[in-house]
């Protein structure tokens, strides 16, 4: 809980909920009649509507971005490191917008809403959505909230492809398009990983074909897995010998323990848990499958998989660009393994070869996938000056 | 201003795309931007001089040129510039055939070792030279393939590479007739603009 708020903070935030109904056509044919958005706001959009950024969520990520709801919070929004008055992403000069994507479990429509053609909640027949349709709801919302134009689009990893899109599908519509440990897309490692995800959670015999809430129930213990699945490949090697190795009396140097910290002190010969990384991801993977939605995580795994905008050119990404009307910055982290830097460079090589205006760079960083969502100084820093040059170009 | 902003602007088409290896703060591609109508773009490593690309609103990629250049396409760009880096490079001569591909034209610069007084500090000294321009010890600089004007000159020849203009300044950028006439003696400083010749790569 904050005792007071942090002067850098947007400080109480309230989501606003965006009801939507004109039909939206998804790439799948099937169509959603009516959906709702869930979406928070920083800052305040200026007269002539040039200030506003969007902020493209990740798998798990929501509306809620920075701030906090009430006093009784534990923790700030997901991106609270790099939006707020004076941050990066300063509210003192930029509108700042955050939703939870279609398909999500925090407010929009998804699984767990009411399916309108048969009365009861969605659960498993809710439509398969992708990035290419979540960008289209998107500028919906931009429509209803009167930006004609984007300051910055900006995202990491599933929201850096979000902002991809944006560039592909609407360039006239963004000034500059910012993408964080992104790939063009998944490679068969990638996908393979989101299987072994999707395969915890329906093997879970209280997934019950999806249908879960109908036997009052949820598959926990897939939804669990699933995530610790998906928390390994965020972390690094590194990252994981510095958070669960410490120096002990037997290994006196940190960095020979190799995280093998023991959560008892000693070993069990048993088959529970020995090591703190295993409390860890335990602990992990419960606090998630206990706010988020089977159904959801699914449905997010399918739109990571399906990412491809090559595929509307030939497998030439370079030629998706060719009307991009933007200038781009990609970011990529040095112990990345889900998204190495050399996947943020095949996105760079395209953008060279389409002749756009792009910046990149190659952020040393020991926090792998996750560091795009912590405050590294040098990626901070680079944040903070490109932002600056957009604010000068915006004059707000 | 830099004194060889200025020699190498004369040598830059207005609007065109240029690429600078080794850009350091940008300042180069900053100048050509507002004087020239310039598109240009950097590769620098260092994160303090990327920076202030990115304050300068240039665009700027990290990357290391020792590596490749293979992520530029073919002529993407207009003029290829590598100024006060070429000496530093691993390999020379393989930098100046991926600038050559990538530009129409090119332009680069480095410190000439045939200068009179680097020539005096081997020959008196019996020690590699050590200046306030090039202040670094044998064992600790960055500068590992020296060359002369007489040497960069075979090396155009030898490549098939035209020379379009060169200039022969001293460390001030000043040029001067008598550098002129014994330019690998007394010019401190090398410009050469050129392109591939007409008979392609040798």
Not at chain 1, 313 to 327: E, I
Not at chain 2, 122 to 141: E, H, L
Request: glycine residues 8%.
């Amino acid at each position: 809980m904050p005792e007071f708020l942090p002067e850098d903070s947007v400080g109480i935030v309230t989501p606003q909920c965006f009801h939507f109904d004109e039909p939206l056509i998804l790439r799948s044919g099937k169509v959603i009649k009516s959906y709702d958005l869930m979406v928070e706001t920083y800052g305040e959009l200026n007269a002539g509507k040039s200030n506003a950024i969007l902020i493209c969520p990740a798998l798990s990520g929501d509306h809620h971005a920075a701030g906090y709801h009430s006093m009784s919070d534990k923790k700030p929004g997901w991106w609270d490191v790099c939006i707020g008055p004076g941050k990066p992403i300063d509210t003192n000069h930029f509108f700042v917008v955050s939703l939870n994507n279609l398909g999500g479990c925090a407010g929009s429509t998804g699984p767990g809403s009411i399916n309108p053609d048969t009365g009861t909640w969605y659960g498993p027949d809710f439509p398969v959505v992708t990035v290419r349709d979540w960008v289209n709801s998107q500028a919906r919302l931009a429509d209803r909230l009167g930006v004609q134009q984007w300051a910055a689009v900006i995202g990491g990893s599933l929201g850096g492809m979000q902002v991809m899109r944006w560039s592909i599908s609407y360039p006239e519509r963004v000034r500059h398009a910012i993408m964080l440990a992104v790939a063009p897309k998944l490679s068969a490692q990638n996908i393979a990983f989101n299987e072994v995800a999707r395969q915890s959670i329906t093997g879970d015999p209280d997934f019950h074909a999806g249908r879960y809430l109908d036997y009052g129930t949820i598959p926990k213990k897939g939804l669990m897995l699933a995530r610790m699945v998906g928390h390994i490949t965020y972390l690094s090697d590194s990252a994981m010998r510095e958070k669960f190795g410490k120096a002990t009396q037997e290994i006196k140097e940190a960095s020979l323990n190799l995280g093998r910290d023991l959560r008892a002190g000693k070993l069990s010969f048993g088959f529970d848990v020995d090591f703190q990384v295993e409390s860890y991801l335990h602990y992990q993977g419960e606090r998630f499958s206990e706010t988020f939605d089977a159904n959801s995580y699914l449905l997010m795994t399918k739109a990571l998989d399906y990412f491809d905008p090559s595929v509307d050119y030939d497998g030439d990404l370079s030629k998706a660009f060719a009307k991009s009307d933007c200038r781009f910055l990609l970011v990529s982290y040095s112990t990345d393994w889900r998204f190495p830097p050399e996947r943020t460079q095949e996105i760079v090589t395209a953008l060279l070869k389409a002749g756009k205006q792009v910046s990149y760079l190659d952020i040393e960083a020991d926090e792998g996938h996750d560091a795009f969502l912590l405050p590294v100084p040098r990626y901070m820093q680079a944040m903070t000056t490109y932002l600056n040059r957009v604010k000068q170009e915006v004059a707000c | 201003m830099r004194a060889d902003l200025e020699i190498i602007e004369k040598w830059i088409k207005p609007g065109s795309r240029v690429l600078d290896l080794g850009c350091g703060d940008g300042s180069l591609l900053a100048f050509l931007r507002d004087n020239k109508g310039t598109i240009g773009l950097g590769l620098e490593i260092d994160n303090n001089k990327i920076d202030a690309c990115l304050n300068k609103g240039i665009d700027v990629i990290q990357q290391d040129m020792n590596k490749g250049l293979g992520n530029f396409e073919t002529h993407s760009f207009d003029t290829v510039l590598l100024t006060q880096t070429l000496q530093a490079m691993h390999y020379p001569d393989l930098l100046v055939e991926e600038m050559l591909r990538i530009g129409k034209n090119c332009i680069v610069t480095f410190p000439n070792f045939g200068n009179w007084k680097s020539r005096a500090h081997i020959a008196f000294k019996g020690r590699m030279p050590v200046s306030d321009f090039m202040p670094y010890q044998w064992y600790d600089t960055p500068n590992i393939h020296f060359c002369t004007v007489r040497d960069f000159d075979d090396f155009c020849l030898a490549k098939n590479i035209d020379v379009i203009t060169r200039t022969v300044v001293d460390n001030k950028h000043r040029d001067s007739a008598i550098i002129r006439a014994f330019p690998n003696l007394l010019s401190e400083i090398a410009i050469y603009h050129f392109a591939r010749g007409e008979q392609g790569a040798k």
